[in-house]
């Protein structure tokens, strides 16, 4: 079975650009959730949706914003990109029954590594 | 709020001996706690999880953790490091019901020398 997949794989942006990276979840997974990770430290929560509604959003600006499609993929959308946006950003999904509970773990792809000049 | 702290951002051991990353937490609720395995240019990868059930918690490749509420602490141990087992280890926390949304730790590089 296929795993979580992410496009593209890598991308250069210029400051104040706008960028939109995809994620298609695993087969069955309802739930997909974005994470940040900056080089050197852990990753960071930006969002969580499920059946095409934002189920969670963590402390990042309105810059970010995150849209669910009927078929469970995902984009995430970054305006006005600023250079501290260079990140891996990572897409993980889960059989999530949505309403967060779960003994179902996050299943993460390989990541969007977005470099920022 | 709920926090993780990974005590040594980079741990070296000797091919064979024990290996103990540490991890404490903070969480106002019961927490579910995770530890996440992360090679180069890839993805994190699920070692084992504790959600309330036993406190000994076995995960894949040797891998096994302790939940200590007393101590807040779910420390990752394998008896003995394999060259493979070299990567980037991230312990992370969750609070039902938004159990999808995880804090992570800063994350502690693990070597293993021949």
């Known amino acids: 079975d296929a795993g979580v997949t992410q496009s593209p794989t890598h991308l250069i942006k210029t400051r104040g650009q706008h960028v939109t990276l995809r994620c298609s979840p695993i087969?069955?997974?309802?739930?997909v959730s974005w994470y940040q990770q900056v080089l050197g430290q852990g990753p960071q929560f930006i969002f969580q949706?499920?059946?095409?509604?934002?189920?969670g959003r963590g402390n990042f600006p309105d810059r970010f914003s995150a849209r669910q499609f009927p078929n469970y993929s995902s984009e995430l959308n970054v305006n006005a990109l600023l250079l501290g946006d260079s990140a891996l950003y990572l897409c993980?999904?889960?059989?999530?029954?949505?309403?967060?509970?779960?003994?179902?773990?996050?299943?993460f792809g390989n990541g969007t590594r977005l470099t920022v000049t | 709020a709920q926090s993780v702290t990974q005590l040594g951002s980079h741990v070296s051991v000797s091919e064979g001996a024990l290996v103990l990353l540490r991890c404490n937490y903070s969480?106002?609720?019961?927490?579910?706690l995770f530890w996440y395995v992360q090679y180069p240019n890839q993805g994190l990868q699920l070692l084992l999880k504790?959600?309330?059930?036993?406190?000994l918690v076995k995960g894949i490749n040797g891998f096994e953790a302790e939940f200590k509420k007393s101590e807040t602490s779910f420390h990752l141990t394998k008896p003995s490091a394999h060259m493979s087992d070299a990567a980037e280890y991230f312990c992370?926390?969750?609070?039902?019901?938004?159990?999808?949304?995880?804090?992570f730790g800063g994350g502690t590089r693990l070597m293993v020398k021949p």
């Open positions: 504790y959600t309330s059930a036993a406190t």
């Open positions: 949706y499920y059946e095409k509604e934002e189920r």
């Open positions: 087969s069955g997974h309802k739930s």
């Open positions: 969480s106002s609720v019961p927490p579910y």
């Open positions: 992370a926390v969750s609070s039902p019901p938004a159990g999808n949304m995880l804090t």
């Open positions: 993980a999904s889960s059989y999530s029954t949505g309403t967060g509970l779960t003994n179902s773990p996050l299943h």
